[in-house]
């Protein structure tokens, strides 16, 4: 790999244009450094300050590629830091309840491992799921993305949980304990979703909710 090859590889997916204007250069200038010409010493700079580039790499091919601990976008991002918590493709219900599709995870989220272990059990206890429905608004919106924590499955009253009942059926509720062995399951919207008891052996707690999000409106 000569010179221009690598600068190449560090346009990576931009255009030569989108790259040339991240230099504040022009194009002619970007196709005569991928064809070899070494750029002067601002434009080198920039190369290293943008794409967190070892410049001892780019010009002789020796040496780390990428400044450390920093990605190549200038952010911070040591994936040793990092956990990927799995998103199910099942959903669950705030409303009337959903049937349970598949068991499989469609994607993977980061989060760092320092939050993690003050809020969760341990990671390996986390999945990610949709909430469909308006059952537990203005707590949980329909679409929301909550975290689910299937260490915390003693039920803590006036808490979030996911929660199957029969076969398929996956529900996301306000859980309150009555002694010895009831649970009252709760929406947030009562006068529309009144609330009801089951015995803890008609029901499973997946696990409590710590965490969501939201995706706001662009338009």
Not at 187 to 211: A, C, F, H, K, T
Request: hydrophobic residues 40%; aromatic residues 10%.
């Amino acid at each position: 790999m000569d010179f221009g090859d690598r600068i190449k590889a560090v346009r990576g997916e931009l255009s030569q244009k989108e790259f040339a204007e991240k230099l504040s250069v022009n194009i002619t200038s970007v196709q005569r450094y991928e064809q070899g010409a070494i750029p002067k010493g601002d434009v080198l700079q920039k190369i290293r300050d943008i794409f967190r580039i070892n410049i001892d790499w780019l010009l002789s091919g020796e040496g780390p590629e990428w400044l450390e601990p920093e990605s190549r976008h200038g952010v911070d991002f040591d994936v040793d830091l990092f956990s990927f918590i799995p998103r199910a493709e099942a959903r669950l219900s705030a409303g009337n309840g959903s049937v349970v599709l598949s068991e499989n995870f469609d994607k993977k989220l980061a989060f760092r491992n320092d939050w993690l272990h003050k809020v969760a059990t341990c990671k390996e206890n986390l999945v990610l799921m949709f909430v469909r429905g308006d059952s537990m608004h203005p707590t949980l919106q329909d679409w929301d993305l909550v975290m689910v924590d299937r260490g915390r499955t003693k039920p803590r009253s006036g808490h979030i949980f996911a929660i199957n009942i029969g076969d398929d059926l996956l529900q996301i509720k306000r859980l309150f304990f009555i002694p010895p062995d009831k649970i009252r399951i709760v929406s947030d919207q009562g006068g529309i979703y009144p609330p009801y008891e089951l015995n803890l052996s008609e029901m499973r707690i997946i696990g409590q909710v710590i965490w969501f999000a939201r995706e706001l409106p662009t338009e």
